[in-house]
């Protein structure tokens, strides 16, 4: 049977389907605020102090999905805090917090009786295991973010590309860099679900790479963001179920093959593009005005 009779066929397929989808709405949002704002380091942190609150929450016989948000929420507030102080070992701090996430994590799973195969799924990925009530969860999620970009478009692309000049001109910029950041941790808590924890900050980062490659406007680049993802998660997909191999790691290596040629695109062609650029505004120009 072939991926497409599958899916006609299998209710849990295309609901694997529509998860993927809503993924990169995701990705589009927040990976591309990640990759243009460089706090890909900050989200990782985010992400692998996940495990604490999945562990804990595991271990006190709550639901893993809940400990995990609340656990990336705090994270993304201590990590803003620490990147507002301005410390002098701000690597370190973060890191600490990524550290010390994943060493709850463990402990508290290794407290735990027995083996549960739910926390399994949530550290490696199993996107044809996502139930129906998740899906409505993703879709929930989406909408807020999408919300919240269209409500705060002006200040959010005035932030990203000029925090001092955005402050001058007397827009919160602490409350919207907590906000992107909270947004990551939201965004990490649901893409986890698609690729699990150990492979979710690729997805969130190589879609976005991608698109800012072919575009400097991040309006576009949000947009060409999620056309990608949900190509590679479709393509991905496919794939899994044709080799019987784990859907999120086939994700991950297809976004990573789609970046690879692009960039192989792009330098083969970047002599003509230079040309152009010279008589071109300048790309934070571009991407401020769109």
């Known amino acids: 049977m072939s991926f497409v009779q599958a899916l006609i066929a299998h209710d849990f397929l295309r609901t694997a389907l529509v998860a993927g989808l809503l993924a990169a709405v995701g990705c589009a949002v927040v990976g591309t605020l990640v990759v243009v704002k460089r706090i890909t380091f900050m989200a990782g942190g985010i992400a692998h102090a996940v495990l604490g609150g999945m562990g804990l929450a595991h271990w006190l016989g709550r639901d893993p999905l809940t400990g995990a948000a609340v656990a990336a929420v705090v994270a993304a507030l201590l990590v803003g805090w620490i990147a507002r102080r301005g410390a002098e070992r701000e690597d370190m701090l973060i890191g600490a917090v990524w550290a010390v996430g994943m060493a709850v994590g463990i402990v508290a799973i290794a407290r735990t009786p027995g083996y549960s195969t739910d926390l399994m799924s949530y550290l490696l990925g199993n996107l044809l295991l996502v139930s129906p009530g998740q899906v409505v969860m993703m879709a929930a999620l989406d909408a807020l973010m999408l919300l919240a970009v269209w409500l705060g478009w002006r200040a959010l692309v005035a932030t990203t590309f000029d925090e001092e000049f955005a402050r001058l001109r007397g827009l919160p910029t602490l409350a919207i860099e907590i906000a992107v950041l909270v947004t990551v941790a939201l965004a990490v808590v649901f893409l986890m679900q698609a690729v699990g924890l150990v492979l979710v900050m690729a997805l969130l980062t190589l879609p976005a790479a991608t698109a800012l490659l072919l575009s400097d406007a991040i309006g576009r680049a949000m947009v060409l963001t999620g056309a990608i993802a ?61």
């Open 230 to 290: 949900a190509a590679e998660i479709v393509l991905g997909l496919g794939l899994a179920f044709e080799t019987d191999t784990p859907a999120g790691a086939v994700v991950v290596l297809s976004s990573a093959a789609v970046y690879l040629a692009t960039l192989a695109w792009r330098r083969r062609h970047a002599p003509a593009r230079q040309g152009r650029a010279a008589s071109s505004p300048p790309p934070t120009a571009q991407g401020a005005s769109r």
